[in-house]
């Protein structure tokens, strides 16, 4: 028996009207508008990851936010609309995003994400506390808006992935230097999606993906490319939807082990099987193919990346393109283990051995001055897929 639905509908434009036909119809697909009860208190949370242009996709498109408003305006006018981006104000992010004139013009409010909260999951396997902006957890129900976009160290980032912005800004990154490998970060995630769960016991999440035009290679941020997919996915499972979103956009499940952990420990169905897909068919996407980071790894890699001394030998390292920097610092501000400094008036410098390729500094770049070394040799040999 099919124990989860998602929502799969065919978009290729950002015009308002025909996208609030087209979330309309994926959530009537799962049952989702009737679940917010006249009045309530709803988030609607955007990836608002840093202050890029919208047309840049890394940032959910202003109008798929707008629609999104109005449609549950038609329940209720009790909306905050928000998320904590890596390293910039929020109202500065959403300005550059140009989301920040669909709130003035809905007259919706704004996160205030410096205000926390504590929410628990004593079944975590590494963490089993996390501090989170408190109105993200004090509304009756969150509407996540992610983005689909390939991640240099996540693999995907999708549902589940976006919700990482209930953590206040450069918070965030500390996670990296407590988890620095990618598998014992996943794992910490799920602590942390288990804990978000927790406390949204008695509430809903919904999760409808901006895929009309997502994210490919380096992602999630500037040195990614944008890549039309043409697709909206709903869902109330955060994992479920994500696993839909890996096959649409024609990446390989094995490598996506957030999602592969999240499943087995039952947070969520990562099972295709025992997913119902109600709209259109996965096969409608099957000419969507995107590009993933360079060199992702399989869990065998992962494993052995356990051993830090191995890091240096075998994987990529950061390199600063001058032409393209602008010194600014933005990368050294947010890198965890400050394996990046720079001086006034010069190019960042990189310390490799500390440097635990996290890619927080690639992310956060304005420029995408930010690119990966080559490979190790000793890398390609160890880490063959
Ligand atoms: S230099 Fe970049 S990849 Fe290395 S630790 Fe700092 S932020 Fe992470
Ligand atoms: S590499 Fe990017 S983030 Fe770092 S200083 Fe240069 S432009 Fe700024």
């Known amino acids: 028996m099919k124990t989860t639905k998602v929502a799969l509908i065919n978009c290729f434009n950002y015009e308002l009207e025909e996208l609030k036909t087209k979330i309309k119809d994926a959530l009537d697909l799962i049952g989702g508008l009737e679940t917010i009860p006249q009045n309530a208190r709803v988030l609607i949370k955007p990836n608002c990851l840093g202050p890029f242009h919208y047309s840049q996709a890394i940032t959910t ?23 904590n981006p890596a390293t910039k104000n929020l109202i500065y992010t959403l300005k550059k995003n140009g989301i920040y004139d669909v709130i003035e013009n809905e007259k919706v409010e704004i996160l205030k994400g410096d205000i926390f909260t504590t929410i628990y999951n004593e079944e975590g396997k590494i963490y089993h506390e996390f501090e989170v902006s408190k109105q993200m957890i004090d509304v009756d129900i969150m509407i996540n808006l992610p983005k689909l976009k390939t991640h240099a160290l996540m693999y995907l980032t999708c549902a589940q992935k976006n919700l990482f ?21 996943a794992e910490a995630f799920n602590d942390f999606y288990g804990a978000i769960l927790n406390s949204y016991q008695n509430k809903k ?18 040195s990614g490319f944008p890549k039309e997919a043409g697709a909206i996915l709903a869902s109330f499972d955060a994992i479920s939807l994500d696993r839909v979103a890996i096959e649409i956009a024609g990446l390989e499940y094995d490598k996506y082990v957030l999602n592969q952990i999240g499943s087995k420990r039952g947070l969520g169905v990562g099972n295709l099987k025992d997913i119902e897909i109600v709209g259109e068919k996965i096969n409608t996407f099957e000419n969507i193919k995107f590009v993933p980071a360079t060199n992702p790894l399989s869990i065998r890699s992962l494993r052995l990346l356990k051993f830090k001394r191995l890091r240096n030998l075998v994987l990529e390292h950061p390199v600063i393109d001058k032409q393209k920097c602008i010194k600014c610092g933005e990368c050294a501000k947010i890198c965890p283990p400050k394996a990046l400094t720079i001086k006034k008036g010069s190019y960042p410098k990189l310390n490799k051995t500390s440097c635990i390729r996290c890619w927080c500094c690639s992310e956060v770049c304005p420029q995408n001055a930010i690119n990966k070394s080559e490979r190790p040799l000793l890398g390609k040999i160890l880490l063959k897929n």
């Open 61 to 83: 498109h202003p109008v798929f936010v707008q629609a999104v408003i109005q449609i549950v305006k038609t329940r209720t006018n009790n909306i905050i609309v928000g998320d």
């Open 165 to 185: 912005g209930l953590i206040y800004g450069l918070n965030k990154a500390s996670w990296h230097v407590k988890a620095p490998n990618p598998l014992v970060f």
């Open 205 to 222: 999440i919904i999760n409808i993906c901006d895929g009309i035009i997502g994210l490919e290679g380096e992602g999630p941020s500037t």
